[in-house]
């Protein structure tokens, strides 16, 4: 009866697509970073080499079976995260490796990918063992929205403004408690970064005043007001004022937090 066959291929069709395996790329950079990362203990290349069989606990994909987002926070894994790896999952939209052991292969840096990821809006690295930030790290991620670096024992890190500027759609840029020294003022700027809606740098080493031109061409609000951010009064986020918004695509107000840097000063 053809009505028949035609409902039963129709009826198989759905379970013919979802057993197609993960793009050889992915499965083979995903089997990589199981192996470096101790991502084992997860299921990671435990039971099936293929990254979207459901085995790979906090591993989705899309409907071309490539990786989509990598979620393994808190998943005891320790060990490195190899550039040349993430670089080959150029369908991941999010990775999310917070609050685990994972350092970088050149000297504990940060990968610095030699493609970039182009879909890449979320990456969550903090609390992990980074130690540097290599120049280009920002490039390689320019539809970045979200990043989060907080609380790695990185060394003296300096972001190169021409690298964080690749990533203008960035809404979260959190970096406490990494020893940063210097002002990154540049994310001050509203042409620049029109989306921001959360700069955090507590927990840091800044020193010096805030520059005098920091949020001038936004709408964060006067200098006077970083008097709040000394030590003792942690943790009072400063909101860019929006009731005069300068013509601009300013509907967002912007909280910055700079508390916690001992050695900051009061600006005027
Ligand atoms: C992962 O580790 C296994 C076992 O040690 C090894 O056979 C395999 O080649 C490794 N795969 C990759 C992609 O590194
Ligand atoms: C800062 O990060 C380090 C890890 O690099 C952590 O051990 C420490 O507790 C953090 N300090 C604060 C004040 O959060």
Same mark, same amino acid.
């Given at each position: 009866m053809p009505v028949l066959a035609v409902l039963v291929i129709l009826g198989a069709l759905p379970w013919i697509i979802a057993a197609a395996p993960a793009s050889p790329d992915d499965a083979a950079a995903m089997q990589s970073i199981a192996n470096t990362t101790g991502a084992g203990a997860l299921g990671w290349g435990v039971k099936s080499a293929d990254p979207c069989d459901g085995s790979w606990v906090g591993v989705s994909f899309d409907d071309a079976r490539r990786v989509a987002s990598i979620r393994a926070s808190r998943a005891g894994l320790a060990g490195w995260l190899y550039a040349s790896d993430l670089s080959k999952l150029t369908f991941l939209t999010e990775l999310d490796l917070g609050f685990n052991g994972l350092t970088g292969q050149t000297g504990g840096d940060l990968p610095l990918l030699p493609t970039p990821l182009q879909h890449l809006r979320t990456l969550d690295l903090r609390s992990n063992r980074f130690l540097g930030v290599p120049e280009g790290f920002f490039a &390689?991620?320019?539809?970045?929205?979200?990043? *989060?670096?907080?609380? *790695?024992?990185?060394?003296?890190?300096?972001?190169?403004?021409?690298?964080?500027?690749?990533?203008?759609?960035?809404?979260?840029?959190?970096? *406490? *408690?990494?020893?940063?020294? %210097?002002? =990154?003022?540049? %994310?001050?700027? &509203? &042409? &620049?970064? =029109?989306?921001?809606?959360? %700069?955090?740098?507590a927990r840091n080493e800044l020193h010096g005043a805030i520059p005098a031109g920091f949020g001038n061409d936004g709408n964060i609000v006067p200098r006077r007001q970083w008097s709040e951010f000394t030590p003792h009064r942690a943790h009072r986020p400063v909101h860019r004022r929006h009731e005069e918004p300068r013509g601009g695509p300013f509907a967002n107000t912007v909280s910055v937090d700079v508390s916690a840097n001992p050695r900051i000063d009061k600006p005027c």
């Open positions: &390689a991620f320019p539809a970045l929205e979200t990043i *989060n670096l907080d609380d *790695n024992p990185t060394v003296g890190p300096r972001f190169r403004p021409d690298d964080v500027l690749t990533c203008s759609g960035l809404q979260s840029f959190s970096v *406490n *408690n990494i020893s940063l020294s %210097l002002f =990154p003022d540049y %994310l001050g700027s &509203a &042409a &620049a970064f =029109p989306a921001l809606e959360s %700069l955090s740098l």
